[in-house]
């Protein structure tokens, strides 16, 4: 009897076969090597040696594959290249001076993330962040309560777009009747569908204050000083003119708010930061009352980092960093009551009217990787389309609402879904974010948004 | 550089001699293949190889260097292409997903899937599971299985924490143990234990 790995590697090799021609892909990264050598100065080039390709390359010179067509498949490829190994940064293998005091070393680790580079993302790129956390609901004020295992990801666009795929796992019982209690509320275990899907324009409808889990939006630091005491006393009167930041709890008087809102800032995601200011996240919080040092501490998925407390004892908010380049690995104990706005529904089972209220705590959430940069193509299928647009300066829903209802009605069949909201909530008078969904992309969205920018109504037309 | 070169001094070397690049490819184009050959429809199998290594090619100035072996650096850009011809696998995954939810005597086995192999119960039986599966551990599972990679190298091909791809492991084996033998008949002569960090997986 064998193991299920055995197994599979023997279907593996059974399927493929063993012994494939690889001469024709060989002759078409031979010409691309080719292109590249006679493009290099002649100073670049060696004169040859003992692992040259010699012959090989010297026949691939006039080869079956046209150079235009390797070049327009290599032009492709650059933006389809995935993130390179090292863009997750490597353990230390240096000992981390745990010793220090707890501000010396947070001071340490801020001159190491000076040194990380920041992803930039240009106008038709994405950046793609992924998480797994875990969440503790409470139904109805603690009739019932489960422990909900959720994984994140989220695509933003350096515009503001965010489209976050959001994915539950069945819920988890302490006891059989804690149990007993979610299904006596008609709760489901396992939440139908397990996913949620949602698309966010900044500043526009549906955008809830978090920025931790379910629908929260790609995050502008541009604006926010790189000073550590000036960030801080932000962070800590919720001064920053971020509301993801500044609503951040609120109405309850936390104690370590300040903490929690850099936290935020290390999960992201997060665009317009510079290494400085990446750095100056952890000298504020080497500014914070009462932050401790936990030493080395493991996560959830299994890595050991540094570990900082907002606080002694249990109950505090706690970061894990990678000591070696300011890398967040774990985050536990954030409120974020916003956790299941975004997936509850899916746990209701087709609506149970004995559900009158819920609350969530992150208990942890470990980031998958390092964010990273990717093109606009490479966005999974299975997620809709969005089209954005925003109308043009003084132009409200209420003087917009019958012509925009005009121009898209030859499209009504194919949304998914539509929504607007004025980009001041507090001014009917600002202008309004129009938001279209479609099942997928396809020629009728591309044909929507021509509609939609020849209409005259609209600043701004976008698609994600 | 030695006698034999690592990849990494390839890589640095191909930074000045490009040709140097294809000794990469020599090394490792049969490993990146087979990887491939089993997730691509066959008819896109060598573009999706091509792809993975001219990408390779292209971007090797972002090699990290402090590893010596490159292929796990080449299978992870050949999953991100592979992913990136979703239609391609798509298709096969969506006729295999077809096959799973279909009964048993309905079954109409994956071409590729099908292609060689002697035991066609066992095929359909591996092939239904595989489908099944959920992504994230089917990745790791055919590049434990299919590459020999060990934790590190799956971690460092797929840009996620080892701690991750240690419990994705145990769960994708557990979880295609049981889709193997749904009524739990199935045994092994193994235990199944999380291997150890440095460890290959199985």
Known sequence: MIDELELLRRHIYATVGSDPDLEPVRRRLVTAIDEEAEAAPASRR??????????????????????????????????????????TPRKTTEPFPSHLPVGDQLRLIADRVVEQPIPHLQADQ???????????????????????????????????????????????????????AWVGLHLLVTPNPPMANQCLQEG????????????????????????????????????TGIPALDQLLSDEAAPNLAFQRAAMLL??????????????????????????ALGPTTTHDGEIGQGFASGPGTGQSTIVVDPSTGQLLEVRGLDDSDSLSSIAVNYLGGGSMLVNGYSAQLQWLDPIGSPSVIGLSDLPDGLPVYVFATTKPGLSYNDASTSVNHVTQPYFSFFKSSQSQNTDPSNPNSPDVFQWSFAGPGPVVDQFIQTLRASGLFASVSEI | MGVTPTDAELMAASLHDPQQFALIFDRHAR?????????????????????????????????????????????????????????SEGRRLTRLRAAAQAPET?????????????????????????????????????????????????????????GTVRSRLARGRRRLRELLDPGGQHKSDRPYVTPSTEGTPG
Do not use: M
């Open chain 1, 46 to 87: 060696l004169s040859g040696g003992p692992h040259r390709l010699g012959r090989r390359a010297a026949l691939s010179f006039g080869s079956l594959v046209a150079v235009g067509v390797a070049a327009a498949v290599v032009a492709l490829l650059v933006v389809a290249a995935p993130p390179a190994p090292h863009s």
């Open chain 1, 126 to 180: 994405l950046l793609f962040t992924r998480a797994n956390l875990s969440v503790a609901a409470t139904v109805n004020d603690g009739a019932a309560q489960a422990t909900i295992g959720l994984s994140v990801e989220k695509w933003s666009t350096a515009s503001g777009q965010t489209c976050t795929t959001l994915t539950a796992q069945p819920a988890q019982f302490a006891s059989p009747s804690e149990q007993a």
């Open chain 1, 204 to 239: 526009g409808a549906a955008a809830p204050p978090d920025a931790i889990t379910g629908a929260g939006q790609l995050i502008d630091v541009s604006s926010l000083p790189t000073d550590p005491s000036t960030l801080a006393r932000e962070f800590e009167s919720g001064t």
């Open chain 1, 267 to 292: 999960i992201g995601p997060t665009v317009g930061a510079s290494p400085q200011f990446a750095a100056a996240l952890f000298q504020v919080i080497a500014l914070l009352p009462g932050v401790t």
């Open chain 2, 31 to 87: 490993a990146v293949h087979r990887y491939v050959a089993f997730r691509a429809n066959l008819g896109d199998v060598d573009d999706v190889v091509s792809e993975a290594f001219l990408t390779a090619f292209r971007t090797r100035a972002r090699y990290d260097r402090a590893y010596d072996s490159a292929l796990p650096w080449l299978l992870g850009i050949a999953t991100h292409v592979l992913n990136h011809h979703r239609r």
């Open chain 2, 106 to 162: 309905e079954f109409d086995l994956a071409e590729t899937v099908a292609a060689g192999v002697d035991d066609a119960a066992e095929t359909e039986r591996v092939a239904r599971a595989l489908a099944r599966l959920d992504d994230r551990y089917r990745d790791i599972l055919l590049l434990a299985a299919g590459a020999d990679l060990t934790y590190d190298e799956i971690a460092r091909a797929l840009g996620i924490p080892i």
